[in-house]
Structures are given as structure tokens and as C-alpha cells.
């Protein structure tokens, strides 16, 4: 058979659409993960999975992309699971691996005259489902809970699909969306726009800059929490440091401590957030919520095996 012939392209065209869902999948898997390296691992599960089947078994399927989703929803279920006595293992405090918006610092430099690189943080739609804030909130959802309120509520998935892809009836994927919602509307407070959020971090980065510790406490809510997540690779705080007093003393000593660090403004997970480098290498990427003008949360991800999407393809 030709290569021009009808068959040839419709084959073509079938893989194109199969392709084209990857960013769909890695979009939801994100969410659901809360890991970056995970979604990838859950999507090429997913597509291993396809593959796996023969033709005339691909072909029996009337919506490859929903075929798709259910699979990968129910691969980030079992991997929700098994997560939960990995984390019980973790050296300190797990926090969710941070993303690089990389269609604004490309290269150290606005635009940075690139085509798009391939890497899928460029794939994920940072909206508010993926500040920090809200993953973290995540976090504490079971794994049937998370699922089911990340494809109601936020890819607008019906329930009776919903129920489908989890494995139980529709009105209990309903409670356990409903379950979902309650911890993000208990656990979430008013945040800053993203404009104000922005001149916060800024002052807070020249603070610290300039080891003014006065000013650091001016800009920290005096019941600030900073998280920090080395992952038992690198040190950092092992528990929670709380109190704005606290915390600006923790920094002015992390200051005198390694000299040479570079603080970048980024954004992080769609907000306005930090990134510290040592000889030109992240080694923090930090995450804020401002709330009332100041800031409430601090996120500091130090762990080098979540930092690969800012030291790959050269983000910064």
C-alpha cells in the first residue's frame, strides 16, 4: 500500500490523536501526584498499557482519549496508595515537587527566542489548581478523595464517569468530592492577588538580601509557617518553622551560612516565588501564600530530585 493512501494517513492521524492526549494526561496526573517525575511515569504506564493491546482490541474502543484518562486516573490511584507509606518514610517534610513557568524565563532571559522544548513542565496549565496552597491541601485527601474531586471539580468530569474510573457508585464519588472540597475551603485562607504577591516576595528577596532582619519581620505574619523539603539528600529544617521571628532568624543564619547565594524571582506554580542559586545551580525553589499583605506560608523545596524541571533544558 502506498504511503499516500487513505488507510496510511487515517493510521497517522489515529497516533496523532493518541500523542495528543499526553498533555491532557500529564495536566491530571500532576494534579493527582503532586510529583512531576510520578505523572510522567503514570502517563508512560498509561501508553505502555494502550500499546499493549492489540490492533483489533484499540480499535474496539469508541473514545481512546476517555480510554486514556480512566487508565491513567486509576495507575495515579494505585501509585496515591503506595505513596502514603513511602511518604510515612520520608526524611522530613514531603512537599510537592515545584513547577518553572517556562513560557516566561527561558534561558535566564524573557522569551529567550526558543522554540517550545519538550519537556512536560512546559505541558502543565498552571491556574490555581496547582499553587502550592492547594496541593498541598490535596495531601491530606485519601486517594479516592483526591481523584474524585480533581475530576469533578476541576476537569469537570460527570460523577457517573467519575464512578467508572474510581471503582464505585456515583453517589459516592459525590461524597467523596464533597469530602474533597470541605478540606480545600477548611484548609485554604484569603491569598494576594498575584500582583501583590509579587511586590511582597520582592521586598522579602531584597530583606534577605540584605540580611535586614527588621524588615523580614515587617514582611512575615507573626504566625508564618516555613516548610522546607530537603528529602534527607541535603540539610535543611527538619520540622516546621513557625513564627515570623523565627523564621527571619532561621534566614539571616541560612545568609551567613552560604555565601554567594543568588535569589532569582520566579514563578512558581503560577505565583510569584524565589529560586536560590549557588554557583549557578538551583538549590531552593521557594513557594509563598501573602495573606493581609504579608506573608503567612513559606514552601522552601530543596530535595535536588525535585528541582530536575528547573536544572533541565536551562530554565533559569
Not at 27 to 53: F, H, I, K, P
Not at 265 to 274: A, D, I, M
Amino acid at each position: 500500500m502506498s504511503t499516500s493512501e487513505p488507510g496510511h494517513n487515517q493510521h497517522k492521524a489515529d497516533l496523532s490523536a493518541i500523542a495528543g492526549e499526553r498533555r491532557q494526561l500529564i495536566n491530571l496526573a500532576y494534579r493527582l501526584l503532586g510529583s512531576l517525575t510520578e505523572a510522567e511515569d503514570a502517563v508512560q504506564e498509561t501508553y505502555t498499557r494502550w500499546y499493549a493491546m492489540s490492533k483489533q482490541q484499540r480499535e474496539t474502543i469508541a473514545s481512546p482519549g476517555a480510554w486514556l484518562t480512566t487508565v491513567a486516573s486509576r495507575v495515579c490511584l494505585d501509585v496515591l496508595g503506595s505513596a502514603r507509606a513511602r511518604r510515612e518514610r520520608y526524611v522530613g517534610t514531603w512537599i510537592p515537587e515545584p513547577l518553572p513557568d517556562r513560557t516566561e524565563w527561558i534561558s535566564g532571559r524573557a522569551g529567550g527566542g526558543r522554540t517550545e522544548p519538550a519537556d512536560p513542565a512546559d505541558r502543565i496549565t498552571l491556574d490555581e489548581s496547582v499553587n502550592m496552597a492547594f496541593l498541598v491541601v490535596l495531601e491530606s485527601m485519601t486517594p479516592a478523595e483526591r481523584v474524585a474531586f480533581i475530576l469533578h471539580d476541576v476537569f469537570r468530569y460527570p460523577f457517573a464517569e467519575v464512578a467508572e474510573i474510581v471503582g464505585r457508585t456515583p453517589a459516592a464519588c459525590r461524597q467523596l468530592a464533597s469530602s474533597g472540597r470541605r478540606r480545600i475551603r477548611d484548609g485554604r485562607t484569603p491569598s494576594a492577588p498575584a500582583a501583590g504577591q509579587a511586590g511582597v516576595v520582592r521586598h522579602f528577596k531584597e530583606a534577605w538580601e540584605s540580611k535586614d532582619i527588621e524588615a523580614l519581620v515587617s514582611l512575615l505574619d507573626p504566625d508564618a509557617t516555613m516548610t522546607a523539603d530537603g528529602g534527607g539528600l541535603v540539610g535543611t529544617a527538619l520540622r516546621p518553622v513557625e513564627g515570623g521571628q523565627n523564621i527571619a532568624q532561621y534566614l539571616i543564619h541560612i545568609a551567613g551560612k552560604a555565601p554567594g547565594l543568588t535569589l532569582l524571582e520566579r514563578t512558581v506554580n503560577g505565583r510569584p516565588g524565589l529560586v536560590a542559586q549557588h554557583t549557578g545551580v538551583p538549590v531552593t525553589v521557594a513557594a509563598f501564600a501573602v495573606t493581609g499583605g504579608r506573608i503567612s506560608r513559606i514552601w522552601a523545596v530543596r530535595n535536588p530530585e525535585k528541582l530536575r524541571a528547573w536544572t533541565d533544558s536551562g530554565h533559569i
